[in-house]
């Protein structure tokens, strides 16, 4: 059989190319890059969602996460009255407004 096929010998193991500080460079470029495409950039959102729910005030109109436009009533601690129609009130936690939107656009829906 071996006149047909040359016998594979097996080499000495040896170290992978590159060695350990390459392969811990290449996981340093992974950690950063996530951070900067993913973790940065929530974080960022997320600081600009609280500073938008800290200057709510009564009058302004907003969108909430399940899609109503209304306008501000009441704000309060961990809630917020809103009114979506002429006097139809409701209570949503503070954390569902998701956006302000310009003035006008509450009555012009």
């Not at 390459?22 to 969602?49: D, M, S």
Request: net charge positive; glycine share 12%; aromatic share 6%.
């Amino acid at each position: 059989m071996s006149l047909f096929i040359s016998d594979a010998h097996a080499q000495a193991a040896g170290a992978p190319p590159g060695g350990a500080t390459g392969q811990l460079l290449i996981l340093g470029v992974f950690v950063v890059v996530f951070y900067f495409l993913l973790i940065r950039p929530q974080q960022k959102r997320a600081k600009e969602h609280q500073a938008m729910l800290s200057k709510l005030a009564a009058g302004d109109e907003v969108a909430t996460a399940g899609g109503i436009l209304a306008k501000v009533v009441e704000v309060g601690e961990a809630f917020v009255t809103l009114e979506i129609a002429d006097g139809v009130h409701i209570k949503v936690q503070r954390g569902q407004v998701t956006s302000l939107v310009p003035k006008g656009t509450y009555k012009s829906a």
